[in-house]
Nanobody, 121 residues
Framework: QVQLVESGGGLVQAGGSLRLSCAAS????????MGWFRQAPGKDRNFVSA????????YYADSVKGRFTISRDNAKNTVYLQMNSLKPEDAAVYYC??????????????WGQGTQVTVSS
């Protein structure tokens, strides 16, 4: 089992920045592919970004490309999502997820509880 705990959410003005963190614990001896997802009220949960086990490959949804950066520190079992130039439409609950499948898979096994991001216009 892997436990994921997100932090770093909050209220920010449009154009501002936030950095989300996701700390993993439990069976972390082998790194997982890590991803970020988000869900706005009344909408489906959508993919935001993913990073490979060694951090060498990343992937972004078109809506965040060029504004968000995913990274990881395997020594700390932590993955980050740096969010810049935030827009009101970025407001959502952001979830961290871990997958034991190859990078590029859309299936994630473990999920965090989420952290709220609110963007004021």
């Amino acid at each position: 089992q892997v436990q994921l705990v997100e932090s770093g959410g909050g209220l920010v003005q449009a154009g501002g920045s936030l950095r989300l963190s996701c700390a993993a614990s439990g069976r972390t001896s082998s790194p997982y592919v890590m991803g970020w997802f988000r869900q706005a009220p009344g909408k489906d949960r959508n993919f935001v970004s993913a990073v490979s086990r060694d951090g060498g490959m990343t992937y972004y949804a078109d809506s965040v490309k060029g504004r968000f950066t995913i990274s990881r520190d395997n020594a700390k079992n932590t993955v980050y999502l740096q969010m810049n130039s935030l827009k009101p439409e970025d407001a959502a609950v952001y979830y961290c997820a871990a997958s034991h499948l190859p990078f590029g898979s859309t299936s994630y096994t473990y999920w965090g509880q989420g952290t709220q991001v609110t963007v004021s216009s």
